[in-house]
C-alpha cells in the first residue's frame, strides 16, 4: 500500500530530503538542522532541564502569556487569554498622516499668534530643543500666524480650521488630542515609534500586535490590511516602506497585507491561464503536504505560518475581488464621500474600502496619506491636502455610524509628528513654510471606547509645547490597546530574553481621561 501521497509510485515512507530537489539544497537544509536547529534545540533542552530543576513541575509560560499551539506560529488565544477585559472596540481603522499635519492651521487654535506675525519666538520658548538640520542654521525664528479663520461649531464648541468644513461637521464626535508628542523629531524615527513603538526597524507594529493577540474576525480576508493613498506629484511624499506593517519577530503570518489601487489588488493571486479552482486547491494539497513534512523534519514554526497563508491566498481569489467590486454601492455611498471615491487609490476610496473591511471583519486596517511634509509652500498645499482628505474622514464616521458599525470601531487619525509655529526659510503674508516639531502634535479618535465632544490636552499661546495633560505615543498606543481590551503591560511576547512590548520598557499610561 502507499504510504507517500506526493508519489504515485512509491510504497515507502518518504521524508523532504527524498524528494526531487538539487543536491545543494538537500545539503543546505542538512546543514541548516545541523547548526541553527540542533544546536537552537539542545540548549532549549538544558534550559528546560535547569528549571526543572528549580522549579520542579511548574509549567513555563508560552512566549505571550500563553503557547502555541502544536508549534504553530498561530497563537492559542484560550491560552494567552485576551482579551483582558471587555473591550468597546472590536476592530480599528487607522487614517495616518504621514509627514506631520500642522497642527496651528487644523485644529489648535492660537488667535494671540497674528499679533506676532514675523517676530522670533521667545527663547524661553523654544528652549534648547533640538532643530532639525533644515532650520538649525537659521538667524532667526519668525512667528507665522495661521493663514486660515477658525470657528467654533458643535455643541462642544470645538475650534475647527475653515481648511476642514467636514471636519467641523463632526466635531461631536470626535476625541481631540491635542498634546500628543514623540521623542522624535525626523520622519523616519517618528514614524516608526509612532506605528511600532520604537524607532529601530524589526518590531512588530500596532496591527500585527493586535492581529497576533486579537486573532481574525473573518475566515476569507487578511486579519491586517494596508491601504496607500496614491501621490499627488505636486505634495511632498515622504516614502512609506513596509516595514511599517512588519510583524518582526512576530510570525509573518501576522505582517498587514497591502491591497494595491491599480491592475490586481494583491500581486500574484489571480490563477494564470490553464489553471481553474479545482487544479489550484489540488496543488495547494500537495504543497501543503509537503510543507507538513518539512515542519516534521525541521521544525520552523514559519512553516505552519506559509500554509496558512497559502490557505487564506486562496480564498482571497473569491473575496477581494468581492471587497473591491463597488458597482452595488448606493447612490447615498457616492453623495457622502464625493466623486473621489470612485476613483481608486484616492484617499476617498481607501476610506470607502476600509468601511467595506469593518463590515467584512477585518480586524485592523491602516490607510496612509503622505504629503504633510511641508517645509515651504503651507498656503499653496495645505487647501489640497484638507481637500483630500477631510471629505473623506467625515463620510467614513458617518457611514460607519448609520450602518451601526462605529460603536464598536475605534476610528483614528494621526501623524507622527507635528509643525513648527515659526517659519521655515522665507515668511512673507502670503505665504510660509514649517519644520518638523515633535513637542506637541494633534490627533483624534471617535468610536468604540473613547468619549465623543472632548478635546483633551493644552499647548502654550504658541503651540509649541504641552502645558496640560501630555499624551506620549507610548501612552497613545497604550490607550488603543485598552480600547481593544488588551492591557499594554500584560501583553508581551519572549523574544531576545526581553519580555517585549508595543509600548517598549519605558512606562506608560492609558489617558483615562479620553475614555468612554
Same mark, same amino acid.
Given at each position: 500500500?502507499?504510504?507517500?501521497?506526493?508519489?504515485?509510485?512509491?510504497? =515507502?515512507?518518504?521524508?523532504?530530503?527524498?524528494?526531487?530537489?538539487?543536491?545543494?539544497?538537500?545539503?543546505?537544509?542538512?546543514?541548516?538542522?545541523?547548526?541553527? $536547529?540542533?544546536?537552537?534545540?539542545?540548549?532549549?533542552?538544558?534550559?528546560?532541564?535547569?528549571?526543572?530543576?528549580? %522549579?520542579? !513541575?511548574? *509549567?513555563?509560560?508560552?512566549?505571550?502569556?500563553?503557547?502555541?499551539?502544536?508549534?504553530?506560529?498561530?497563537?492559542?488565544?484560550?491560552?494567552?487569554?485576551?482579551?483582558?477585559?471587555?473591550?468597546?472596540?472590536?476592530?480599528?481603522?487607522?487614517?495616518? &498622516?504621514?509627514?506631520?499635519?500642522?497642527? &496651528?492651521?487644523?485644529?489648535?487654535?492660537?488667535?494671540?499668534?497674528?499679533?506676532?506675525?514675523?517676530?522670533?519666538?521667545?527663547?524661553?520658548?523654544?528652549?534648547?530643543? =533640538?532643530?532639525?538640520?533644515?532650520?538649525?542654521?537659521?538667524?532667526?525664528?519668525?512667528?507665522?500666524?495661521?493663514?486660515?479663520?477658525?470657528?467654533?461649531?458643535?455643541?462642544?464648541?470645538?475650534?475647527?480650521?475653515?481648511?476642514?468644513?467636514?471636519?467641523?461637521?463632526?466635531?461631536?464626535?470626535?476625541?481631540?488630542?491635542?498634546?500628543?508628542?514623540?521623542?522624535?523629531?525626523?520622519?523616519?524615527?517618528?514614524?516608526?515609534?509612532?506605528?511600532?513603538?520604537?524607532?529601530?526597524?524589526?518590531?512588530?507594529?500596532?496591527?500585527?500586535?493586535?492581529?497576533?493577540?486579537?486573532?481574525?474576525?473573518?475566515?476569507?480576508?487578511?486579519?491586517?490590511?494596508?491601504? =496607500?493613498?496614491?501621490?499627488?506629484?505636486?505634495?511632498?511624499?515622504?516614502?512609506?516602506?513596509?516595514?511599517?506593517?512588519?510583524?518582526?519577530?512576530?510570525?509573518?503570518?501576522?505582517?498587514?497585507?497591502?491591497?494595491?489601487?491599480?491592475?490586481?489588488?494583491?500581486?500574484?493571486?489571480?490563477? /494564470?491561464?490553464?489553471?481553474?479552482?479545482?487544479?489550484?486547491?489540488?496543488?495547494?494539497?500537495?504543497? !501543503?503536504?509537503?510543507?507538513?513534512?518539512?515542519?516534521?523534519?525541521?521544525?520552523?514554526?514559519?512553516?505552519?505560518?506559509?500554509?496558512?497563508?497559502?490557505?487564506?491566498?486562496?480564498?482571497?481569489?473569491?473575496?477581494? /475581488?468581492?471587497? *473591491?467590486?463597488?458597482?452595488?454601492?448606493?447612490?447615498?455611498?457616492?453623495?457622502?464621500?464625493?466623486?473621489?471615491?470612485?476613483? /481608486?487609490?484616492?484617499?476617498?476610496?481607501?476610506?470607502?474600502?476600509? $468601511?467595506?473591511?469593518? !463590515?467584512?471583519?477585518?480586524?485592523?486596517? =491602516?490607510?496612509?496619506?503622505?504629503?504633510?511634509?511641508?517645509?515651504?509652500?503651507?498656503?499653496?498645499?495645505?487647501?489640497?491636502?484638507?481637500?483630500?482628505?477631510?471629505?473623506?474622514?467625515?463620510?467614513?464616521?458617518?457611514?460607519?455610524?448609520?450602518?451601526?458599525?462605529?460603536?464598536?470601531?475605534?476610528?483614528?487619525?494621526?501623524? !507622527? %509628528?507635528?509643525?513648527?509655529?515659526?517659519?521655515?526659510?522665507?515668511?512673507?503674508?502670503?505665504?510660509?513654510?514649517?519644520?518638523?516639531?515633535?513637542?506637541?502634535?494633534?490627533?483624534?479618535?471617535?468610536?468604540?471606547?473613547?468619549?465623543?465632544?472632548?478635546?483633551?490636552?493644552?499647548?502654550?499661546?504658541?503651540?509649541?509645547?504641552?502645558?496640560?495633560?501630555?499624551?506620549?505615543?507610548?501612552?497613545?498606543?497604550?490607550?488603543?490597546?485598552?480600547?481593544?481590551?488588551?492591557?499594554?503591560?500584560?501583553?508581551?511576547?519572549? %523574544?531576545?530574553?526581553?519580555?517585549?512590548?508595543?509600548?517598549?520598557?519605558?512606562?506608560?499610561?492609558?489617558?483615562?481621561?479620553?475614555?468612554?
Amino acid at each position: 500500500m502507499k504510504q507517500h501521497p506526493l508519489c504515485t509510485d512509491c510504497e =515507502q515512507n518518504a521524508g523532504v530530503l527524498d524528494l526531487p530537489v538539487p543536491e545543494g539544497l538537500k545539503r543546505e537544509w542538512v546543514a541548516l538542522e545541523t547548526r541553527r $536547529r540542533f544546536l537552537g534545540r539542545s540548549g532549549k533542552v538544558l534550559g528546560w532541564a535547569a528549571m526543572a530543576s528549580l %522549579f520542579g !513541575e511548574a *509549567v513555563p509560560r508560552g512566549n505571550a502569556s500563553g503557547d502555541t499551539k502544536n508549534g504553530s506560529a498561530t497563537p492559542d488565544h484560550d491560552a494567552l487569554k485576551l482579551p483582558h477585559f471587555a473591550p468597546k472596540a472590536k476592530r480599528a481603522i487607522y487614517l495616518f &498622516m504621514s509627514g506631520g499635519p500642522a497642527q &496651528m492651521d487644523l485644529l489648535d487654535y492660537k488667535p494671540n499668534l497674528a499679533a506676532l506675525f514675523n517676530k522670533d519666538i521667545p527663547d524661553s520658548v523654544r528652549g534648547s530643543q =533640538q532643530l532639525t538640520g533644515m532650520t538649525a542654521g537659521q538667524a532667526h525664528f519668525p512667528i507665522a500666524p495661521s493663514h486660515w479663520g477658525f470657528k467654533r461649531y458643535g455643541q462642544s464648541e470645538t475650534w475647527v480650521s475653515d481648511l476642514l468644513p467636514y471636519t467641523a461637521r463632526m466635531v461631536d464626535e470626535l476625541t481631540i488630542i491635542k498634546s500628543t508628542n514623540t521623542d522624535a523629531i525626523n520622519h523616519e524615527p517618528a514614524i516608526m515609534l509612532m506605528n511600532t513603538g520604537n524607532m529601530n526597524a524589526g518590531k512588530p507594529c500596532l496591527g500585527s500586535w493586535l492581529s497576533y493577540g486579537l486573532g481574525s474576525m473573518n475566515d476569507n480576508l487578511p486579519t491586517f490590511i494596508v491601504l =496607500q493613498t496614491k501621490v499627488n506629484a505636486k505634495e511632498n511624499n515622504q516614502p512609506v516602506s513596509s516595514r511599517l506593517w512588519s510583524s518582526g519577530f512576530l510570525s509573518s503570518e501576522f505582517a498587514g497585507i497591502g491591497l494595491r489601487s491599480g491592475g490586481d489588488p494583491v500581486l500574484y493571486l489571480a490563477d /494564470p491561464d490553464g489553471v481553474d479552482r479545482e487544479v489550484r486547491r489540488k496543488m495547494l494539497d500537495a504543497v !501543503e503536504q509537503i510543507n507538513k513534512q518539512t515542519l516534521e523534519e525541521i521544525g520552523d514554526p514559519e512553516t505552519n505560518a506559509r500554509i496558512a497563508q497559502y490557505e487564506m491566498a486562496y480564498r482571497m481569489q473569491a473575496s477581494v /475581488p468581492e471587497l *473591491v467590486d463597488l458597482s452595488k454601492e448606493p447612490q447615498s455611498t457616492w453623495d457622502l464621500y464625493g466623486p473621489d471615491a470612485k476613483v /481608486p487609490g484616492t484617499f476617498a476610496y481607501n476610506c470607502l474600502l476600509a $468601511r467595506r473591511m469593518a !463590515e467584512r471583519g477585518v480586524r485592523f486596517t =491602516q490607510v496612509y496619506k503622505r504629503g504633510w511634509d511641508m517645509h515651504d509652500n503651507v498656503t499653496g498645499m495645505m487647501p489640497l491636502l484638507c481637500s483630500e482628505t477631510d471629505r473623506a474622514c467625515f463620510a467614513l464616521v458617518t457611514d460607519l455610524k448609520r450602518r451601526g458599525l462605529l460603536d464598536d470601531t475605534l476610528v483614528i487619525w494621526a501623524g !507622527e %509628528f507635528g509643525r513648527t509655529v515659526y517659519s521655515q526659510g522665507g515668511l512673507t503674508a502670503a505665504n510660509y513654510g514649517r519644520d518638523h516639531h515633535p513637542r506637541c502634535f494633534t490627533t483624534w479618535m471617535t468610536g468604540g471606547g473613547v468619549r465623543p465632544g472632548l478635546t483633551y490636552g493644552e499647548t502654550d499661546d504658541y503651540s509649541y509645547n504641552v502645558v496640560k495633560d501630555p499624551v506620549h505615543v507610548r501612552d497613545f498606543n497604550a490607550t488603543i490597546l485598552h480600547c481593544l481590551g488588551i492591557d499594554h503591560n500584560k501583553f508581551t511576547y519572549k %523574544f531576545q530574553g526581553l519580555d517585549q512590548k508595543l509600548t517598549g520598557p519605558t512606562p506608560a499610561s492609558v489617558v483615562n481621561g479620553i475614555l468612554a
